[in-house]
């Protein structure tokens, strides 16, 4: 009798490498895990970090800002035409500004400091009338 075809075995893909980020918020700081290849907003997403990411990742809602210090500025990924666009038109800018949804981890970016920018307040918090805002008017 004839024994039945084993299917060879589907080689398993490569363990992701991990990448350490540390993420500094308003309380202490903390480590963070992220994988080579992925983008930074999606190790913060897990993380739970204070990122509202609206636009999935296309560098059109300005969601995922956060804070790169200067030390680690030339060595993420470099940002594009439309992220410096977003970036220009958001409250309270600062030179240290990126899209997370624009930062690839990668191995040279090991330890890299994320810092969550503080988020400008609501209209209604920044002194406009919140019932008039809240009538549609
Ligand atoms: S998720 Fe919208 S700009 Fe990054």
Redesign the pocket.
């Known amino acids: 009798m004839e024994e039945p075809a084993i299917a060879p075995a589907e080689p398993e893909a490569p363990p992701a490498t991990p990448v350490a980020v540390i993420l500094c918020e308003s309380g202490p700081s903390r480590r963070i895990e992220g994988f080579e290849g992925e983008r930074l ?1 999606d190790a913060l997403l897990r993380a739970k970090a204070a990122v509202t ?12 800002r956060i804070r790169i210090e200067k030390l680690w500025r030339d060595r993420v990924t470099p940002s594009g035409r439309g992220e410096r666009s ?1 970036l220009r038109y958001i409250d309270d800018p600062h030179e240290d500004d990126r ?4 930062i690839a981890l990668s191995a040279e970016v090991e330890g890299l400091v994320v810092r969550m920018p503080e988020r400008p307040p609501a209209p209604a918090q920044k002194g406009a009338d919140a019932e008039e805002l809240n009538a549609g008017k």
Request: glycine share 16%; proline share 6%; charged share 5%.
């Open positions: 907003l990411p609206l636009c999935n990742g296309r560098a059109c809602c300005g969601g995922c977003v899209l997370s949804c624009q």
